[in-house]
């Protein structure tokens, strides 16, 4: 018997296309398994393309026969991002340098496929607690949506969070609005701000790597609940990274660049600084004591990704680069067996024996 986990918490990276990447993982997960993941997990966090993972994961099905399982297999949105990805990232036509001051890609066809994907589920109606970030820069403050109407605290100065009344697709096109690639989303909220709208954008800005942001909610959540502390030995993490950006920027180069030339590295540089920083953070904070494969309780699963062919762009939705990018999370899953196996035998176990965590 393994070790009682009082909360078992999964956290998807951002990164755009290459959210696929995850997806494959969590594919090998449900089917070494052979359970769902809304089922072996009491508390999901994604931010951009994770966030729209963790509302999919979450979905109920639309069938009201079995509305307590998840709409989407882990496969069927590893095949979404085969089949959107391109009318997710179509690019606006540039006809003239000031068409180089907008943004890259209309969001039209990123709301249509999200709608499709999502339907008129509700953010409060997950299957399972989901914790999904975004920032407004008018309020200049995180926006985070959850799935707990306990958790809701919408008039916070220093951040928000909110649940009631929102639809999925509306999360997922606020935590996956990045800037430069698309305009921030306007989020209708009637009364419920002096603004009556939030002007969101991508998640990735403070918390590309949701890991920690996940692991203090679900402690706070817990607390709530229960009137306990969560302790760090009592949780299990599991990390997915989108591929960790190795392009370099030359000194020589960088030294002359200014606004214009800055702006995609900036962002590159912000979000895969902080979710290596994060992943080193927890990869520290979550070590544990004795034998490692009976007290080990942090899994972080990432891997590089080279400029080749523009694979390590968030928008390169091409047929080649998509196949590559399935290429290297196979490759991901080949390296990482070892650890992938003992975390499907855990969460098999954990399930198993304690189902419905976050009920209890």
């Not at 109920?60 to 991002?81: G, H, M, Q, R």
């Not at 927890?282 to 080749?308: C, I």
Request: glycine letters at 6%; charged letters at 30%; a negative charge.
């Amino acid at each position: 018997m393994g070790t009682k986990f009082k909360r078992r918490i999964l956290s998807i990276d951002g990164g755009g296309i290459r959210g696929i990447i995850p997806a494959i993982v969590l594919n090998y997960i449900e089917e070494r398994t052979g359970k769902r993941i809304a089922t072996m997990f009491d508390f999901i966090a994604g931010t951009s393309t994770g966030g729209i993972l963790a509302l999919g994961l979450t979905r109920k099905n639309s069938d009201s026969s079995i509305n307590n399982e998840p709409e989407y297999t882990a496969a069927e949105l590893v095949n979404f991002y085969r089949k959107y990805g391109q009318k997710v990232f179509k690019e606006n036509i540039i006809g003239d340098v000031d068409d180089l001051l907008q943004p890259t890609h209309n969001p039209k066809g990123k709301q249509e496929v999200l709608k499709d994907l999502l339907g008129e589920a509700k953010v409060e109606d997950a299957l399972r607690e989901i914790f999904i970030p975004s920032y407004d820069i008018e309020l200049r403050a995180p926006v985070f949506f959850t799935s707990n109407p306990d958790a809701e605290e919408p008039n916070s100065i220093h951040s928000r969070k909110v649940c009631s009344g929102f639809k999925m697709w509306e999360a997922a096109m606020a935590t996956s609005a990045a800037p430069t690639f698309f305009p921030p989303y306007k989020l209708e909220t009637g009364h419920n701000t002096d603004e009556g709208y939030y002007a969101l954008v991508d998640g990735g800005v403070f918390a590309n790597n949701p890991s920690s942001l996940a692991m203090m909610e679900a402690m706070i959540s817990y607390k709530r609940k229960t009137k306990e502390e969560l302790h760090r030995k009592d949780t299990l993490v599991v990390s997915l990274g989108t591929g960790s950006v190795t392009r370099r920027y030359k000194y020589k180069d960088a030294k002359n660049w200014g606004q214009i030339k800055w702006a995609l590295p900036l962002l590159n540089v912000v979000f895969d600084g902080q979710s290596e920083s994060v992943a080193f953070q927890l990869d520290q904070l979550m070590e544990t004591k004795g034998d490692q494969d009976n007290n080990r309780n942090y899994y972080r699963f990432q891997l590089q990704l080279s400029r080749e062919n523009g694979q390590d762009q968030m928008d390169n939705a091409s047929p080649s680069n998509i196949d590559h990018l399935e290429e290297r999370a196979e490759k991901l899953i080949e390296h990482s067996k070892k650890d992938l196996d003992k975390l499907c035998k855990l969460l098999k176990e954990e399930t198993e024996l304690y189902p419905n965590q976050a009920d209890s």
